[in-house]
DNA sequence: TTCCAGGCTGCCT
DNA sequence: AGGCAGCCTGGA
């Protein structure tokens, strides 16, 4: 058997982390092996101690969905000096921003309203197991990739309740409607600026200027893009306590305090804070212990900080 | 059991 | 412009 093509990544890279960040929903590991779809084409992957094997898949598709040309260590040198910045790049030190297929990386986060990232991942698997092309076999296991915009428009709006879609379920099937009828630019999304892309993404029905980012970032691969969440929010609660939080002078904001590479700065902020304060209460509990009590808690955490 | 999770939409002021 | 309720489902 001859040995896997090996990827050297520039700077730091860690496989497990990056795959698990909450960019892409649907890779699983065994192993040591991270199997998943890449658009139509089935990924093998290891890490080993000189790079990343591809055991299966085109090594060039590989190289660019992982971004390993993306310089972290010049990225790293220009990164954020504030408390917050700084840990979260010790715990991600090596995750990329990934080049994902701009229609499932559209329709993953449209169904990720207002879900845990389990249960996305649980969405994302079901589609593509009962809609998706099969690309092979490992270990014995159908791989699929995501269903088609054609093919997701012709499904009745019960099939994709099935799924545990709820409310989004009319949503995610508008913008596959949209998107097979050619209703949607998808050259400016890819080639526009920073300003048409937005506005092109956000004829999509089901997306806001959240998910719109996140299609920014990790599609389109603009590192400008940052997605607002929840996660981030509280990072703005604690640089700002007397700012709001909603508006587009949040992102601002953002952009000044993190610069030109704002979308990764984002990306490690927020998987440092949801691994490091995921659990229940978690937040709360750091924010009195280190935060900034200025602000009043929001009317839907009122219970939690305010026990009557 | 209750609370809330990587929001969007339509309607209100 | 900006605030707010409603929407589906399941994990902790």
Redesign the pocket.
């Known amino acids: 058997m001859t040995p896997s093509p090996c990827l050297i990544p520039k700077g730091p890279f860690s496989l497990a982390e990056t795959l698990d960040?909450?960019?892409v929903f649907h890779f699983t590991e065994g192993h040591g092996e991270w199997v998943g779809a890449w658009d139509h084409q089935l990924l093998v992957l290891h890490q080993s101690l000189s790079g990343v094997e591809v055991r299966v898949g085109d090594p060039e598709a590989a190289a660019h969905f992982l971004a390993l040309d993306h310089d972290l260590d010049r990225l790293y040198a220009t990164w954020p000096t504030d408390p917050l910045s700084v840990g979260a790049l010790a715990q991600c030190r090596g995750i990329r921003i990934l080049r994902q297929p701009l229609w499932e990386c559209t329709a993953t986060?449209?169904t990720?309203?207002?879900?845990?990232?389990?249960?996305i991942r649980?969405i994302s698997l079901a589609l593509r197991t009962r809609h998706g092309r099969m690309v092979g076999l490992w270990d014995a296991q159908p791989i699929h990739a995501y269903p088609s915009p054609a093919l997701l428009a012709t499904l009745p709006e019960s099939e994709l309740?099935a799924v545990?879609?709820?409310?989004?379920a009319p949503?995610l099937l508008a913008a596959a409607r949209a998107f097979a009828e050619d209703q949607i630019d998808t050259r400016i999304i890819l080639n526009g600026t920073k300003e048409e892309a937005l506005a092109e993404c956000?004829k999509i029905?089901?997306?806001?200027?959240?998910?719109?980012n996140?299609i920014l970032l990790?599609a389109v691969g603009r590192m400008d893009a940052i997605?607002i969440?929840?996660?981030i929010r509280r990072v703005l609660e604690q640089y700002r306590p007397q700012g709001?939080q909603?508006?587009?002078?949040a992102e601002a904001f953002l952009r000044g305090k993190f610069g030109p590479h704002a979308g990764y700065v984002q990306q490690y902020l927020?998987h440092y804070l949801?691994k490091t304060f995921?659990?229940?209460g978690a937040w709360e509990a750091f924010k009195l212990g280190h935060g900034n009590p200025r602000r009043a808690p929001s009317r839907?955490?009122r219970?939690?900080t305010e026990p009557t």
């Not at 545990?164 to 989004?168: A, S």
């Open positions: 960040s909450g960019q986060f449209i990720s309203a207002q879900k845990q990232v389990a249960h649980a309740r545990g879609l709820g409310y989004r949503l956000l029905p089901g997306v806001g200027v959240k998910v719109a996140c990790f997605p969440d929840v996660w709001r909603r508006t587009t002078g927020y949801r995921g659990r229940r839907r955490n219970s939690i």
